[in-house]
């Protein structure tokens, strides 16, 4: 697909690997419309060339006005990519209903919400791309990031189901699945209050540092922009696609045929729990 002109959005365009995307796509041609939630705090570097509008992927009214906003000024959008996300560390005890319900309406509902809003446009032009990005803890359940985990879990049931029932309107859908990257994504991790303290310190202290030791070795995140761009680009997309390296790319891929005393037990040894 020539991709010059194409009207693309990006939400989480002010940071990381999404603003990696909005800005390799724009440089590559495209119209690209990024997404943050508060554009006049945001500070456009030089090389940007995209328009960023105002989204909160939580808030329903927002994401619709967006939607709305953008829609009146193009005739209609040519692919979506979802990048804005939410991060947070802590066990599972210590966590509240409520820090489930903040990391969800981020990396599940802000996902929905931004397909609920562009899918109509997509199926009625019969044509359309969605790529959303996942992440390793979608395919395998981490240790201290137990709800984070089973958000990204539930966004993948959303894009298979998607994948299944776009199709017939010649809309595709793909997740993107990155590794570890070099962006300010772990710095904004959030942990939950309870953890500050208790029996599971230790341990969190342990899966922490092996987090942020995988972060600091990470890609760059023009990597991730580049896979993003050839999906895009593509005469057609894959149903996944992988971007980056680490072992705990290889372990994923082996997963479904090692043995579960194994998988926990490498699980265990990279996050420092033994």
């Known amino acids: 697909m020539d991709m010059r002109e194409r009207v693309v959005v990006v939400t989480g365009a002010s940071s990381g690997i999404g603003n990696a995307c909005a800005t390799l796509l724009a440089k590559k041609g495209c119209k690209v419309f990024g997404t943050c939630r508060s554009p006049s705090a945001y500070t456009r570097k030089a090389d940007e060339f995209f328009e960023m509008l105002q989204m909160n992927v939580e808030d329903d009214e927002s994401v619709a006005k967006a939607a709305e906003l953008l829609l009146s000024k193009e005739s209609g959008v040519d692919a979506v990519v979802c990048c804005a996300g939410s991060a947070l560390a802590g066990s599972i005890e210590d966590s509240s209903i ?67 029932e776009a199709r017939d309107f010649g809309v595709e859908v793909c997740v993107l699945t990155p590794t570890s990257f070099r962006t300010a994504f772990g710095q904004r991790r959030r942990l939950v209050a309870a953890s500050e303290s208790g029996p599971y310190r230790k341990r969190l202290d342990g899966a922490l540092s092996a987090l942020a030791r995988d972060e600091a070795i990470g890609a760059s995140p023009l990597l991730a922009a580049k896979a993003v761009y050839s999906l895009l680009s593509s005469r057609r997309m894959p149903h996944r696609a992988v971007s980056g390296g680490g072992g705990q790319r290889i372990l994923a891929a082996l997963r479904p045929i090692l043995p579960v005393r194994w998988y926990e037990r490498a699980r265990r040894k990279h996050f420092r729990l033994e």
Do not use: C, T, W
Not at 105 to 125: D, H, Y
Not at 142 to 162: N, T, V
């Open 98 to 164: 409520q820090d489930a319900h903040d990391v969800m309406e981020v990396n599940f509902f802000g996902v929905l919400r931004v397909v609920k809003a562009f899918l109509p446009s997509m199926r009625e032009a019969a044509a359309g791309r969605i790529v959303i990005a996942g992440a390793l803890e979608g395919l395998m359940g981490s240790p201290y990031q137990a709800l984070y985990s089973a958000s990204k879990f539930a966004a993948e049931g959303l894009a298979e189901s998607l994948r299944l």
